[in-house]
């Protein structure tokens, strides 16, 4: 039992409530405080981690509200280590960006980034499924606000449209939660939802597939993948810079985050029976974004539709239920967010030299003032369409090789992904930064505000790629620990089949 | 038969404390009011309502009992947890309405004692409704809790709307009761009986359970009190009768009647007709689906905040329906704790609305909200809250509520009834968001084609002077109940206690 989850947990929250009462514009100061020592204290934590284990650390287990069995229980084990560090680094940047800029109602907005980082730790934290459907819901507060009040466009709208959507995934998921909770819990026994006593009590074949079919709907509308991706085209469009690159970065990882942690070891016979389903879903998402960010005029919108593609690439590492393509989905879940967060904060500093475009159509020729600005946005570049030498070359080579060893057409059909993404990224880099000078364009180089929130996340980039196996012998022993329980499934399916052969 | 003979029946004035102080508190103010005098209408008749209503709270406190229940005049109220729960709630809402009707045009209209005399009337009915057990008393309760709304939600004489909705409501109100008192009397020609014990005991004892008499009756039962709870297809008085009465007689009605309501609903359903579970089972749920949907469905297009909150009420009805429905025990606490929540979150959002309408000449449609996010924080954060709370947002009381009564549900093997509610909440966020967003989004048109932006005078309070100062009770008001939203929902042990206690009535619920 440890307080330290709990203090990184409410540090930012607590900040961001005081800073709210404090008079001017002093509070600012508290909140970026918190959110940089959130930033230590994971750094800490990593250096700290006990690499070896499969199981959690740091863990505090405490009642909460016994009536619904639900407990305050947070740990940290390989799965979630690089979650909480990819969290704390890409808030920094963005409580920066914040901090330092013109804002109508800065603190409010404040207040909400800083309630939107303890919510999304919360969800990364929690081990126990009430608490983690807690923070996940509570993640969607802090964002209506930011893209309503913040947001350009059909703003409102478009914020509704997101909470509406993802709410529903997740009223689902709390539906289907509270049913596994009653149905896992012996006759007389006390209901409980933490997540070790559910994956022991373990629940009945026939009901765990209708389950995770309303967890999965929760996730694929969260990270989001093809069919439940209808909120992405409003959303990103109004949502303000600095908060759709936390949203892209970081939100969409709670996603697929959920399948490893919650899904494969509770439910591994539910999640065997959707196995097909989901990796049809993943490789059309792969292929659907693909060819979407390949027909967008808008920067930020072939940003975004990359996302889904990258995010099938993750869901299709899971779901091959192999030990490599679930490191490499870990690694890759790292790896994207690493990636969009610059991204998005350079195409902001590209809108900010276009006179607010962000169409390809007008943009052009922003190099020759901006080397810098370039230089950074082509290595971003090309972590995204994953160079050999990236780590995100890494994370999709393992997810690929992952995929081969047992679904190996899915697999050639999603590397198509691969050479796509190549074909899109270079195409937005070319058309922004060389070619003729756009229409709009006024080009001068990063200021100094640009320059620290963009140049060492960029640098994280580049270290990555470097030495990814920093992250991969860190994640390795939980991640097999999580899908093991799906591939004894799927191997005593296969026995059983050959038993029923002639 | 000599006068000797008759036995006066043993009261336990103990027990029934609470409704006598209400009772005689009914009296006095009426009294009171009868003296002249500005000090009289503006301090002393609201102080000694107060002080009626916190004395019959502190005397809950005092008999509060667990499991054991006290059977007062020859068993025609029954005082147990769960009637002495629905009174404080009952209580804590009059409490409310006091508050939010201190400097309000209804009470200097139809005259402070008579206003606040009605209001202890109604709670006493409630209180009555609450403690009843036999077929009789349950009858009286719901009269006495009614009559007096439907003159109170006519206090304003000089708006046509709120003379309407008394109308209104008495003309629909005594077709709900005519309707109860039909069913009643066919219960009570089948079973032979009037007690609801009796009643249960008679059941698949003498009376066989597929009795048609007795069906028709539980039926038309069941459409009486669904009148009074405004569960939809009884509901079309709500919109009406919210929108047009005085909006702290709203508040009051929105809570408290429906606490009354549900309690005896539970009480009848899951007490005396237990038995027959299988029969009305599937009519309620039935009810309690299309309550979430039509009253869902029916708040999305609606300007009027009032309105909007009436139709949120029907669908709020369907979501508490279900912790009947299932009939056990962990029912019967969700539904007393959702109870409390509904009355946290939606005074919240009422004593928002009072104050806008007051001064703003908007009245109570949705753009007097807006930019209140920048004007005035303390009064859009409670607003906030509560919307957020009902929509069923953690970390608010709203998020446990509904866990609790999906829990329910689940564990009564009804799990598609968890399931719409969970479909109706997703249908709540295109209103409850809208509220948020006029507040806090900046300046934009709401498109509600079917309804023109209206404007009204403010519907001022004492004088023009007056309203600025009419305001800090109100906001006491908002604030605290949004605070206690949120504070339920993060620490919401006390209430858990409270409503195990009330899970200890209706000894025959496993």
């Given at each position: 039992m440890t307080i330290h989850l709990s203090i990184i947990l409410f540090m930012p929250l607590a900040a961001g409530v005081i800073g709210a009462f404090l008079p001017g514009r002093s509070g600012r100061w508290l909140v970026l405080a918190a959110t940089v020592g959130v930033l230590a204290y994971v750094i800490v934590m990593l250096a700290d981690f006990d690499r070896g284990r499969a199981g959690l650390q740091y863990?505090?287990?405490d009642r909460w509200i016994p009536e619904l069995g639900i407990r305050y229980q947070l740990g940290v084990d390989g799965l979630n280590l690089f979650m909480l560090a990819l969290t704390a680094i890409s808030w920094v940047p963005c409580t920066l960006w914040a901090c330092f800029r013109e804002l109508d109602r800065q603190r409010l907005f404040l207040f909400n980034l800083a309630l939107a980082e303890t919510a999304v730790m919360g969800a990364f934290m929690a081990q126990d499924?009430?608490?983690?459907?807690?923070?996940?819901?509570?993640?969607?507060?802090?964002?209506?606000?930011?893209?309503?009040?913040?947001?350009?466009?059909?703003?409102?709208?478009?914020?509704?449209?997101?909470?509406?959507?993802?709410?529903?995934?997740?009223?689902?998921?709390?539906?289907?939660?509270?049913?596994?909770?009653?149905?896992?819990?012996?006759d007389g026994g006390q209901i409980s939802f933490s997540l070790a006593v559910l994956q022991e009590r373990g629940v009945p074949d026939g009901t765990q597939n209708w389950i995770v079919l309303l967890f999965a709907v929760a996730f694929f509308v969260k990270a989001p993948l093809f069919p439940l991706h209808g909120w992405i085209p409003e959303t990103y469009r109004s949502t303000p810079i600095p908060v759709l690159a936390l949203l892209s970065g970081v939100l969409s990882k709670v996603g697929v985050y959920g399948f490893l942690r919650i899904v494969l070891p509770v439910m591994p016979d539910g999640s065997l029976h959707w196995q097909e389903l989901f990796i049809v879903?993943?490789?059309?998402?792969?292929?659907?974004?693909?060819?979407?960010?390949?027909?967008?005029?808008?920067?930020?919108?072939?940003?975004?539709?990359?996302?889904?593609?990258?995010?099938?690439?993750?869901?299709?590492?899971?779901?091959?239920?192999?030990?490599?393509?679930?490191?490499?989905?870990?690694?890759?879940?790292?790896?994207?967010?690493?990636?969009?967060?610059?991204?998005?904060?350079?195409?902001?500093?590209?809108?900010?030299?276009?006179?607010?475009?962000?169409?390809?159509?007008?943009?052009?020729?922003?190099?020759?003032?901006?080397?810098?600005?370039?230089?950074?946005?082509?290595?971003?570049?090309?972590?995204?369409?994953?160079?050999?030498?990236?780590?995100?070359?890494?994370g999709e080579i393992l997810i690929l090789f992952g995929t081969f060893e047992d679904k190996l057409v899915y697999g050639l059909v999603a590397s198509v992904g691969v050479i796509l993404a190549a074909v899109y990224m270079i195409r937005v880099f070319q058309r922004t930064m060389h070619n003729r000078v756009g229409p709009a364009v006024e080009s001068h180089d990063l200021g100094g505000l640009d320059l620290a929130t963009i140049a060492p996340l960029v640098a994280l980039i580049v270290a990555l790629g470097v030495y990814p196996q920093f992250v991969v012998s860190r994640t390795d022993a939980a991640t097999t620990a999580k899908i093991q329980p799906a591939r004894q499934a799927a191997a005593a399916g296969q026995t059983a089949a050959r038993a029923e052969a002639p | 038969m000599s006068l000797a003979d008759v036995t006066a029946p043993v009261i336990d004035y103990k027990a029934i404390s609470p409704l006598l102080a209400t009772l005689g508190g009914s009296i006095v103010v009426l009294m009171v009011g009868l003296f002249r005098g500005p000090l009289v209408r503006r301090v002393l008749v609201p102080a000694l309502t107060a002080v009626s209503l916190l004395t019959a709270i502190g005397l809950v406190i005092w008999v509060w009992r667990r499991g054991d229940i006290a059977p007062v005049i020859r068993g025609s109220l029954e005082v147990d947890s769960l009637a002495l729960g629905i009174t404080v709630l009952c209580c804590v809402a009059g409490l409310v309405a006091v508050a939010l009707s201190w400097r309000d045009n209804a009470v200097r209209e139809a005259g402070a004692g008579e206003y606040h005399s009605l209001l202890l009337g109604s709670v006493s009915g409630m209180i009555v409704l609450a403690?009843?057990?036999?077929?009789?008393?349950?009858?009286?309760?719901?009269?006495?809790?009614?009559?007096?709304?439907?003159?109170?939600?006519?206090?304003?004489?000089?708006?046509?709307?709120?003379?309407?909705?008394?109308?209104?409501?008495?003309?629909?109100?005594?077709?709900?009761?005519?309707?109860?008192?039909?069913?009643?009397?066919?219960?009570?020609?089948?079973?032979?009986?009037?007690?609801?014990?009796?009643?249960?005991?008679?059941?698949?004892?003498?009376?066989?359970?597929?009795?048609?008499l007795l069906l028709t009756?539980?039926?038309?039962?069941?459409?009486?009190?669904?009148?009074?709870?405004?569960?939809?297809?009884?509901?079309?008085?709500?919109?009406?009768?919210?929108?047009?009465?005085?909006?702290?007689?709203?508040?009051?009605?929105?809570?408290?009647?429906?606490?009354?309501?549900?309690?005896?609903?539970?009480?009848?359903?899951?007490?005396?007709?237990?038995?027959?579970?299988?029969?009305?089972g599937p009519a309620l749920s039935a009810l309690a689906v299309i309550s979430i949907v039509i009253g869902n469905v029916g708040a999305i297009p609606q300007r009027s905040l009032k309105r909007m909150l009436a139709w949120s009420s029907v669908a709020q009805a369907g979501y508490l329906l279900t912790g009947v429905v299932v009939g056990t025990r962990l029912g019967l606490q969700a539904t007393a704790f959702y109870l409390a929540v509904y009355l946290i979150m939606n005074v919240a959002a009422f004593a928002v609305v009072v104050a806008r309408e007051r001064v703003s000449n908007r009245g109570d449609d949705i753009s007097a909200l807006e930019n209140l996010g920048q004007e005035q924080p303390w009064l859009a954060w409670p607003m906030t809250i509560a919307m957020l709370s009902l929509a069923g947002f953690p970390p608010t009381?709203?998020?446990?509520?509904?866990?609790?009564?999906?829990?329910?549900?689940?564990?009564?093997?009804?799990?598609?009834?968890?399931?719409?509610?969970?479909?109706?909440?997703?249908?709540?966020?295109?209103?409850?968001?809208?509220?948020?967003?006029?507040?806090?989004?900046?300046?934009?048109?709401?498109e509600l084609p079917t309804v023109p932006r209206r404007t009204v005078k403010p519907a001022s309070g004492w004088s023009p002077e007056a309203d600025a100062l009419a305001q800090p009770e109100v906001l006491v008001v908002a604030v605290v109940f949004a605070a206690l939203t949120l504070i339920v929902g993060i620490w919401p042990d006390p209430l858990f206690d409270a409503a195990r206690d009330v899970g200890t009535a209706l000894s025959n619920l496993s």
């Open positions: 863990v505090t287990n499924l009430a608490l983690f459907i807690v923070f996940f819901d509570l993640m969607l507060v802090p964002f209506y606000f930011l893209i309503g009040g913040w947001g350009t466009g059909e703003r409102v709208r478009a914020t509704t449209k997101f909470v509406i959507y993802t709410l529903s995934g997740s009223l689902l998921m709390l539906a289907g939660a509270v049913a596994l909770g009653v149905l896992a819990t012996p879903i993943a490789v059309f998402s792969i292929l659907y974004g693909s060819v979407l960010a390949f027909s967008q005029d808008n920067v930020r919108m072939v940003v975004a539709y990359s996302s889904i593609a990258q995010l099938g690439f993750i869901t299709l590492g899971i779901f091959a239920f192999e030990q490599k393509g679930a490191q490499g989905a870990v690694l890759q879940m790292l790896n994207h967010g690493l990636v969009v967060v610059p991204l998005f904060l350079i195409i902001g500093a590209i809108a900010a030299r276009a006179r607010g475009s962000e169409s390809v159509l007008e943009l052009g020729g922003m190099a020759f003032r901006a080397p810098v600005l370039a230089a950074l946005f082509l290595l971003a570049t090309f972590a995204t369409l994953a160079m050999p030498g990236s780590s995100n070359f890494v | 403690e009843a057990s036999n077929l009789v008393t349950l009858f009286v309760g719901i009269e006495l809790l009614s009559i007096p709304l439907y003159v109170l939600c006519a206090t304003e004489l000089r708006r046509r709307t709120s003379l309407e909705a008394g109308l209104k409501y008495l003309v629909i109100g005594s077709v709900g009761s005519a309707t109860l008192l039909y069913g009643l009397a066919l219960v009570y020609g089948a079973t032979g009986q009037t007690g609801f014990a009796q009643i249960s005991d008679a059941l698949g004892d003498t009376v066989p359970l597929g009795d048609p009756g539980v039926a038309l039962v069941a459409t009486g009190l669904a009148f009074k709870a405004s569960v939809a297809p009884f509901h079309q008085w709500t919109p009406d009768v919210y929108q047009g009465a005085p909006t702290p007689i709203t508040t009051f009605m929105a809570v408290a009647t429906k606490a009354a309501a549900f309690a005896i609903f539970l009480r009848i359903f899951d007490h005396a007709l237990g038995l027959l579970q299988l029969d009305w009381a709203g998020f446990i509520g509904k866990f609790y009564l999906i829990d329910a549900s689940v564990s009564g093997d009804y799990t598609w009834l968890g399931i719409a509610i969970v479909v109706g909440s997703v249908i709540s966020l295109a209103y409850y968001l809208r509220v948020i967003a006029a507040m806090w989004m900046g300046r934009y048109e709401i």
